[in-house]
C-alpha cells in the first residue's frame, strides 16, 4: 500500500513540475496536428498530391488498413468505430475496401517497396480469418511489400482464436498489439470490456506460437476505480506476460467528441493527482524491470527495434506513434483512415456510409486534409525531433531545414526560458536537451514550436 504519491516517485518524476505544465495538448502524431485539417479542399489539391509524391525515385510506402467494427462498446474507447455483431458486414467491408485499393494503387510508382503495414481499428480480429486471408490477398495482390517489413495488427484478446492467429501469420504479420488496459475485473466491468488475464496469457503464447516477434502491450491509466495498488498489480500482471514494449496512455477524456465517454463520469473518474500517481507506480516498475522510457507513455526493452532506433538517434513517428521508419509516405485505407504524402495530409470520411458511397461511386473517400507549406514543414522537422530525439542540435537542424534555426526561431528559443529555470530543458553546447525531468513533458517543450497551437482556442485531453 502507497501512502502518497511522492513515496513512490522515482527521481526522474517532479511531480509539482508536471502539475505546473500539465496542459492540454497535441500528442503529435502529426504536425500541424489534425486539429487543423480542413474541409475546404478546393484548393488543396490533395489528389495531384499523389500523382506528385510517385516520380521516379520516391521513398519506401507505409500502409494503414482501418477495420472498425466492434461486438461492443468499451466506454472509455476514442477510435472511430462501428459497433455491431453481424460478422458478415466484413466481407463487404473488404469490397470497399478493394474499390478504394483501386483507385490507388495504379496511381502509385510501382517501384516503391512497403515497408510497413498497419491492421488497426476497431477489432481487426472481428474479420473472420477468411476474411483476413481475403484482406492479406488484397495487400498482396497490389502492392510490393519489402523482405522483412513491420507488418503489425491491433489485437483485442476477447476476440481472438488460434485460428485468427494463423491467418494472420499466412498473411505476412508479424507484430502485435494488444490492448489489455486493466487487469482489475471491477475495472473491466466499469470501463464495459470484461477481459480475463488468462484471455491475456492465452492471446501471447499463440502469437509466439506463430512466430510474431514484437509484441506491445497497451495500458490506460485514468479509468474509473483504478487506484496505484491495483494499477501497480495490473502493470506487474502484465510484466509476466514478457511484452517486448508497453505504452501506459493517460486516459483521454474527450466526451465533446466521444458522448460514450460521459457513462464514465458517473462512476468517478480519478483525480489527477491519482492519474500521476499511477503512472509513477507504472514508470517505476517498468523501468525497474529493465524497459527503456522511448517518450510520451511508450516503453520498449532495451533489445527491441524501438530502443534500438532512439539510442540511435534514428526514432519517427507518425499516426501509430513511435516508428523505426523514416520517410515513408502513408497511405491509408478504410473509413477514417489517414494519408500523408511530404506535404499534404488527407483524412477519409468518418462514417461507414459516406465513406462507401465514395468508394462505390469511383470517388476518392476524403473529406478533410491539409496542405503544409514549406514553414509547416520545417516546423514539422523541429517538432519531430524533439519529440523523438529530446534534444536539438542547432547546427544539424539548421542543415535538415534550410534555415539558420536559432535565428529564424529566436522568439521561440527564449520562450523556453521558464521550462529552462524550471529544469525541463537544458542549454548544451550547440542546442538544448530535455532531461529526465522533463521527460514526461516532452509535448509541452514542442508546444513552444507549435505554430497553430492556442490553448484557449483548441480542446485536447491534458497532457498528462
Ligand atoms: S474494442 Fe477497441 S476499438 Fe472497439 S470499442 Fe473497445 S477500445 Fe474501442
Redesign the pocket.
Given at each position: 500500500m502507497y501512502s502518497s504519491i511522492e513515496s513512490i516517485a522515482p527521481a526522474q518524476l517532479d511531480f509539482d513540475l508536471i502539475r505546473k505544465y500539465s496542459i492540454s495538448g497535441p500528442r503529435y502524431t502529426s504536425y500541424p496536428s489534425a486539429t487543423q485539417f480542413t474541409t475546404d479542399l478546393a484548393s488543396l489539391k490533395l489528389d495531384e498530391a499523389i500523382d506528385a509524391d510517385n516520380q521516379p525515385g520516391s521513398g519506401p510506402l507505409s500502409l494503414y488498413f482501418h477495420l472498425p467494427f466492434?461486438e461492443?462498446?468499451?466506454w472509455?474507447?476514442g477510435?472511430t468505430?462501428v459497433i455491431t455483431l453481424n460478422h458478415a458486414a466484413a466481407g463487404d467491408y473488404i469490397e470497399g475496401l478493394a474499390k478504394e485499393v483501386a483507385l490507388i494503387a495504379p496511381r502509385l510508382d510501382r517501384h516503391r517497396k512497403v515497408n510497413q503495414v498497419h491492421l488497426g481499428?476497431?477489432?481487426p480480429t472481428f474479420f473472420p480469418p477468411d476474411d483476413l486471408r481475403r484482406l492479406g490477398a488484397l495487400i498482396h495482390a497490389n502492392f510490393d511489400i519489402a523482405p522483412g517489413a513491420e507488418f503489425s495488427v491491433e489485437i483485442?484478446p476477447r476476440r481472438l482464436t488460434r485460428e485468427h492467429v494463423a491467418a494472420l501469420a499466412e498473411i505476412g504479420a508479424n507484430r502485435a498489439s494488444l490492448?489489455v488496459q486493466d487487469t482489475d475485473p471491477r475495472v473491466q466491468l466499469a470501463i464495459h470490456?470484461y477481459q480475463p488475464h488468462a484471455l491475456n496469457r492465452q492471446a501471447f503464447q499463440w502469437l509466439r506460437e506463430f512466430g510474431f516477434g514484437s509484441i506491445n502491450v497497451d495500458l490506460i491509466q485514468g479509468l474509473p476505480l483504478q487506484n496505484t495498488e491495483s494499477f501497480g498489480r495490473t502493470v506487474e500482471d502484465v510484466l509476466g506476460l514478457q511484452p517486448d514494449r508497453l505504452s501506459v496512455f493517460s486516459y483521454a477524456h474527450v466526451p465533446w467528441l466521444k458522448p460514450a465517454q460521459k457513462i464514465l463520469e458517473d462512476q468517478g473518474l480519478p483525480r489527477p493527482e491519482e492519474k500521476l500517481s499511477m503512472y509513477a507506480i507504472a514508470h517505476a516498475k517498468l523501468t525497474a524491470a529493465g524497459y527503456v522510457d522511448i517518450g510520451l507513455d511508450h516503453f520498449a526493452r532495451p533489445d527491441d527495434a524501438l530502443a534500438q532506433a532512439q539510442a540511435a538517434g534514428a526514432l519517427h513517428r507518425n499516426f501509430q506513434g513511435y516508428s523505426t521508419h523514416a520517410g515513408a509516405s502513408l497511405y491509408g485505407f478504410g473509413l477514417s483512415a489517414i494519408s500523408s504524402t511530404p506535404d499534404t495530409y488527407r483524412q477519409n470520411h468518418r462514417t461507414l456510409p459516406a465513406w462507401r458511397a465514395a468508394v462505390d461511386a469511383g470517388q476518392l473517400p476524403y473529406d478533410r486534409g491539409l496542405r503544409l507549406n514549406p514553414e509547416d514543414v520545417r516546423r514539422r522537422t523541429i517538432v519531430m525531433r524533439i519529440m523523438c530525439d529530446r534534444r536539438l542540435d542547432y547546427a544539424s537542424l539548421s542543415r535538415e531545414i534550410g534555415v539558420d534555426f536559432a535565428a529564424t526561431y529566436a522568439p521561440e528559443l527564449a520562450s523556453l526560458s521558464d521550462l529552462e529555470a524550471d529544469g525541463i530543458v537544458r542549454r548544451t553546447a550547440g542546442g538544448f536537451e530535455v532531461t529526465a525531468v522533463g521527460s514526461p513533458l516532452l509535448r509541452v517543450v514542442a508546444m513552444r514550436f507549435d505554430a497553430y497551437y492556442r490553448p484557449a482556442a483548441q480542446r485536447h485531453a491534458q497532457a498528462i
Open positions: 466492434c461492443t462498446r468499451c472509455f474507447c477510435c468505430t481499428g476497431g477489432t483485442d490492448g470490456r
